[in-house]
């Protein structure tokens, strides 16, 4: 008797979801953790794929790994998902995903490369008001005044190149020869602290959550927040090939739709409920980041509830990235955007 019980909720069961399963579409996410993409993974551990019946696989790799590997079932780190830009646009063209996170950098790079490749939707950005990056210095270094910002050892983390522009035009914005200047550039997260404490770097373009963190530590001091250029040039983009628009579209709006509800969700809360909470569980899992972050005037990526791709920050950000003679020649970007899906769900 126990067995048939056992069946008959096991077959109840089974007719209950069997609509649903059969109807689930499974997204390959190529993903980078940080705060322009982590809504993503919000969006995944709140169930709002689920909702559009996706199946969302956040495919990346740790930080100094070369394994590529599903993230989607893990308390995410400091060092996880560390994946570049550039290397994951390489594994959309292996096919390996569908859908990539990257930032204006790797996908400008790619474009002027004649990559295959669309943005269909912005990630998160930098505001204006309130930018999420800035110049940080030793705390050795006493005297603001009295700094020569050319006598620094500058540091960069690793990136795509975006990094090292931004700190560029900084020190252009102080009239500092860049010929003259020492750059540390692609330094890994982990390493970070290590180089300012010994002294092989004395100062560093730095994103909100390392520089809040070694501020606290007392080893770094806030410089200057990111206002010398545009704030919204530092923004990610959520990319696919050509190929796969054209096969995959009505996918690619339940992703967005999901997207833009997590936006919403979040836009929704109030300022009490968007810092981060250690203890707090969701479905099992530490939420990953904190929304919203209020340190020294600078704060978290911001997320637009339509969030289109703007070609005015592609432009600035490609007339930058020539500039510094990072790419060759300037293109029409306008053929690597597609607004299309979002154009058409409002």
């Known amino acids: ?110 474009c002027s490369d004649g990559v295959p490749i669309v943005a269909i939707a912005e990630l998160g950005f930098d505001h204006p008001k309130t930018s999420g990056h800035g110049i940080a210095l030793s705390k050795k270094i006493k005297d603001n005044k009295k700094i020569q910002l050319e006598n620094i050892v500058w540091g960069t983390r690793r ?37 300012f404490v010994s002294g092989e770097i004395t100062g560093a373009y730095l994103h909100l959550r390392n520089l809040r963190s070694l501020e606290k530590k007392g080893i770094v001091k806030l410089y200057s927040k990111l206002n010398w250029v545009n704030p919204e040039l530092s923004h990610a983009l959520l990319v696919t090939t050509k190929e796969n628009l054209l096969k995959r579209q009505n996918v690619y709006m339940k992703f967005l739709n999901a997207y833009k509800r997590q936006i919403q969700s979040e836009n929704s809360l109030p300022v009490s409920k968007k810092i981060k909470d250690n203890k707090k569980i969701l479905y099992g899992k530490v939420d990953p ?23 005015h920050l592609e432009k600035e950000s490609q007339e930058l990235l020539f500039k510094h003679k990072e790419i060759k020649t300037k293109i029409n970007l306008e053929r690597c955007i597609d607004n299309s899906l979002l154009q058409k769900n409002k």
């Open 1 to 110: 008797m126990r067995f048939f019980f056992q069946f008959l909720i096991t077959f109840s069961f089974s007719i209950q979801i069997m609509p649903i399963e059969n109807n689930i579409d499974e997204v390959n996410l190529g993903y980078f953790h940080g705060g322009r993409t982590s809504i993503l993974y919000r969006a995944y551990l709140y169930k709002e794929f689920k909702k559009e019946n996706l199946n969302v696989v956040f495919i990346s790799k740790n930080l100094h790994s070369n394994t590529w590997h599903n993230f989607s079932h893990e308390n995410l780190s400091g060092i996880s998902a560390r994946a570049t830009g550039l290397e994951l646009v390489d594994l959309l063209l292996s096919k390996k995903v569908e859908l990539a996170t990257i930032g204006e950098t790797a996908f400008i790079k790619k």
């Open 289 to 311: 980041f904190e929304i919203k972050a209020n340190y020294k005037g600078m704060d978290l990526p911001n997320y637009r509830e339509i969030p289109s791709v703007r070609i």
């Open 159 to 195: 990136s795509s190149g975006g990094d090292d522009i931004f700190l560029k035009e900084f020190l252009l914005s102080k009239n500092i020869n860049l010929e003259k200047v020492k750059i540390i550039s692609n330094i890994s997260d982990d390493q970070i602290e290590k180089k």
